[in-house]
């Protein structure tokens, strides 16, 4: 199976858009947000959001089947961190490396910027699949955050995680 990752750029917003709400869609408690929030968001909303971050797409037989973004941050003292969000492989596609593919560009991708030093991330402990490949490609829990996450009435549990470029610093 041939898996292309490409970085998106504003005029892939259709794209992006379709696959974000696949993930909000088939995995509602994974995500900071929800399918209903983000379906009525116009065009420019998706375009602005492809030109203020990275944004990464898995690509099998012209198929966007997966997606991640990064955000970076302004505040100067802040800069050297990043933050991957919103990892999503479409279930026919998962258990087949393609997740870990999306995390290992992004990370080489981010080393290859010189500002940045380390990477942060949040995850539902619900979200074991996701705590897995996060450790795999290297990222350490650095804590618990207890109700850090509320969807209807149920709280959720999340784990902050940490990648630092020790070479880097
Ligand atoms: C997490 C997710 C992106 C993984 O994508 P994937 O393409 O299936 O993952 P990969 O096939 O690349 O797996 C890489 C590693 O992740 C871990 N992993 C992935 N799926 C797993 C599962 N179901 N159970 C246990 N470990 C798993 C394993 O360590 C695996 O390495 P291995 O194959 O050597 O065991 C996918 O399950 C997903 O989209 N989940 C829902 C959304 C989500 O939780 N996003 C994270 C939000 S922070």
Redesign the pocket.
Known sequence: MEVEIIKLTPENWENFKTIRLR?LK??PT??GSSYEQEIDRPEEVWRQKLATSWAYAAIVKNQFV?MARILFELGEHVQHVASI?????DPA?????????IMKKIISDLRNQKIITKII????TD????V??F??VGFKTIGIARYGVKINQTYYNQLHMELVFEDKL
């Not at 969000?85 to 492989?89: A, M, Y």
């Open positions: 993930a088939t995995d994974a995500f997966g969000v919103s990892l999503f492989i596609h998962r258990r087949q490396g393609i997740g870990e593919k991330l949040s995850v539902n979200q074991k699949p996701a897995k490949l450790e795999k």
